[in-house]
């Protein structure tokens, strides 16, 4: 059959990755030009695209064409200097090669024997990011600790919350799971309920304890430890805490210190998880002398993963990725800095990363602030021009600037700035007209 399916031809590779970069590269020389915010309304890419898959191989070119024209539009752009939304999801051309490398390798690296490489580079950069972190011997592989890059943050909570409670349940019984107490604070990540009900864990065991603007939305730890009291006093069993540094709504920073004073010492708790099948046995790994990552996520299978990490440390090194951290807290300061020079705007929370809370003051008692806040979000986001999202802290509805774009510069800050302002003149005009 002379156009028999070749899925992996080297030729054809260099001619499309050719292409395809010159696409990505393009796209981020011409990212400004988007709507930061997709404008297409639900729907839009159903009445764009054939009703079934072509029976016939498509072009490349025509592939990219459609990309330009149909995916675009209803892409939220991400990585545009103008997007001051949520969180950053910072891309590098070094982990565009890292990410490529690792399509190209695919590979499954559930166990060390499926590609020492993976396991091993894996452990190392893990080791290397502990360091820079400057993180205890104790968290290190060499010791009783030991990194692993898992899907997402959610999952990453999952496993952790898994291992506890199997743990915990081989000591106590697994009668007692109605009994299990996890502890965090109002401000932590929705991951953690998520988690909570995964793993049975009651939603009225989950105690998620107020935080409010006494401690910066952190969580109190004397608040905690009479929590813990009452529950023990109760026949309950507290079994997970969870702390967080730099929470999302406004990057509270939970007294890790304190916390760790009142939480009971954990020990290592990757054996919990441990799930070693016959067919997956290999002689490495009953002696003992290799990780075995499929033991320390959900999924069996996993992604060469390391390698990003790996292309992104050496290409640009400690210095430059602390400089470029920052820089973005910089950026982030002098955006604070341009609301305190306007009264009818106030700071709710310290700017401690890069993120700022903030929020318009109403005229009078008339006109409630939320709503004016409510609708000061969704002019500015209408523009195009700028995103930027919101949270509620201690009721009131906060408006978030999150900087962490790649390619943001103090102009953009300022143009978004500017944005801000002309939609909050207009806004207190119609109030006071």
Same mark, same amino acid.
């Given at each position: 059959?002379?156009n028999?399916?070749?899925?992996?031809?080297?030729?054809?590779?260099?001619?499309?990755?050719?292409?395809m970069?010159?696409f990505?590269?393009?796209?981020?020389?011409?990212?400004?030009?988007?709507?930061?915010?997709?404008?297409?309304?639900?729907?839009?890419?159903r009445?764009?695209?054939?009703?079934?898959?072509?029976?016939?191989?498509d072009?490349?070119?025509?592939v990219?064409?459609?990309?330009?024209?149909?995916?675009?539009?209803?892409?939220?752009?991400?990585?545009s200097?103008?997007?001051?939304?949520?969180?950053?999801?910072?891309?590098?051309?070094?982990?565009?090669?890292?990410?490529?490398?690792?399509?190209?390798?695919?590979?499954?690296?559930?166990?060390?024997?499926?590609?020492?490489?993976?396991?091993?580079?894996?452990?190392?950069?893990?080791?290397?990011?502990?360091?820079?972190?400057?993180?205890?011997?104790?968290?290190?592989?060499?010791?009783?600790?030991?990194?692993?890059?898992?899907?997402?943050?959610?999952?990453?909570?999952?496993?952790?919350?898994?291992?506890a409670?199997?743990?915990?349940?081989k000591?106590?019984?697994?009668?007692?799971?109605?009994?299990?107490?996890?502890?965090?604070?109002?401000?932590?990540?929705?991951?953690?309920?998520?988690?909570?009900?995964?793993?049975?864990?009651?939603?009225?065991?989950?105690?998620?304890?107020?935080?409010?603007?006494?401690?910066?939305?952190?969580?109190?730890?004397?608040?905690l430890?009479?929590?813990?009291?009452?529950?023990?006093?109760?026949?309950?069993?507290?079994?997970?805490?969870c702390?967080?540094?730099?929470?999302?709504?406004?990057?509270?920073?939970?007294?890790?210190?304190?916390?760790?004073?009142?939480?009971?010492?954990?020990?290592?708790?990757?054996?919990?998880l441990?799930?070693?099948?016959?067919?997956?046995?290999?002689?490495?790994?009953?002696?003992?002398?290799?990780?075995?990552?499929?033991?320390?996520?959900? *999924? @069996?299978?996993?992604?060469?993963?390391?390698?990003?990490? &790996?292309? +992104? $440390?050496?290409?640009?090194?400690?210095?430059? %990725?602390?400089?470029?951290?920052?820089?973005?807290?910089?950026?982030?300061?002098?955006?604070?800095d341009?609301?305190?020079?306007?009264?009818?705007?106030?700071?709710?929370t310290?700017?401690?990363?890069?993120?700022?809370?903030?929020?318009?003051?109403?005229?009078?008692?008339?006109?409630?602030?939320?709503?004016?806040?409510?609708?000061?979000?969704d002019?500015?986001?209408?523009?195009?021009?700028v995103?930027?999202?919101?949270?509620?802290?201690?009721?009131?509805?906060?408006?978030?600037?999150?900087?962490?774009? *790649? @390619?943001?510069?103090?102009?953009?800050?300022?143009?978004? &700035?500017? +944005? $801000?302002?002309?939609?909050?003149?207009?806004? %207190?005009?119609?109030?006071?007209?």
């Open positions: 059959m002379e028999r399916l070749k899925p992996m031809d080297a030729e054809q590779l260099r001619e499309y990755g050719h292409k970069v010159d990505i590269a393009d796209y981020y020389k011409t990212i400004e030009n988007f709507p930061v915010l997709s404008q297409v309304e639900p729907g839009y890419l009445n764009l695209l054939p009703d079934s898959a072509p029976n016939q191989p072009s490349f070119q025509h990219l064409d459609d990309i330009q024209t149909k995916i675009l539009p209803g892409v939220t752009h991400w990585q200097p103008n997007y001051f939304a949520y969180y950053p999801s910072n891309s590098s051309v070094a982990g565009f090669l890292g990410e490529m490398l690792s399509a190209g390798l695919n590979i499954v690296g559930f166990s060390w024997m499926t590609s020492p490489a993976a396991t091993e580079l894996e452990m190392i950069v893990l080791d290397w990011l502990g360091k820079m972190l400057k993180l205890p011997e104790d968290f290190l592989s060499a010791g009783q600790g030991g990194g692993v890059i898992q899907g997402t943050a959610s999952e990453a909570v999952l496993v952790v919350l898994l291992a409670r199997d743990k915990v349940l000591a106590v019984g697994k009668g007692a799971l109605g009994k299990l107490v996890v502890y965090a604070s109002d401000q932590t990540h929705a991951a953690l309920q998520k988690a909570c009900q995964i793993g049975g864990i009651h939603p009225e065991n989950c105690r998620l304890l107020k935080a409010n603007s006494s401690t910066n939305y952190a969580l109190s730890p004397e608040l430890n009479e929590t813990i009291s009452q529950d023990l006093a109760h026949g309950l069993i507290p079994f997970f805490l702390a967080t540094v730099g929470t999302t709504s406004s990057t509270a920073v939970d007294s890790l210190l304190a916390l760790g004073k009142i939480a009971k010492d954990r020990r290592a708790l990757v054996q919990a441990s799930t070693n099948p016959e067919y997956l046995k290999n002689k490495a790994s009953q002696a003992n002398m290799v990780v075995d990552y499929k033991d320390w996520q959900i *999924p @069996l299978g996993r992604r060469f993963r390391s390698l990003k990490l &790996w292309m +992104v $440390l050496r290409l640009y090194g400690l210095e430059n %990725l602390q400089c470029y951290i920052r820089n973005h807290i910089k950026l982030a300061k002098h955006f604070e341009l609301i305190t020079q306007d009264s009818r705007f106030e700071v709710v310290p700017q401690i990363f890069s993120l700022v809370c903030f929020r318009l003051l109403p005229p009078d008692d008339e006109h409630h602030g939320n709503k004016l806040n409510h609708e000061l979000l002019a500015v986001n209408s523009t195009g021009k995103f930027i999202s919101h949270t509620v802290l201690s009721g009131k509805y906060i408006l978030r600037f999150a900087v962490g774009a *790649p @390619l943001t510069e103090e102009k953009h800050v300022n143009a978004a &700035w500017k +944005v $801000l302002q002309d939609k909050a003149t207009a806004l %207190l005009g119609e109030c006071l007209g």
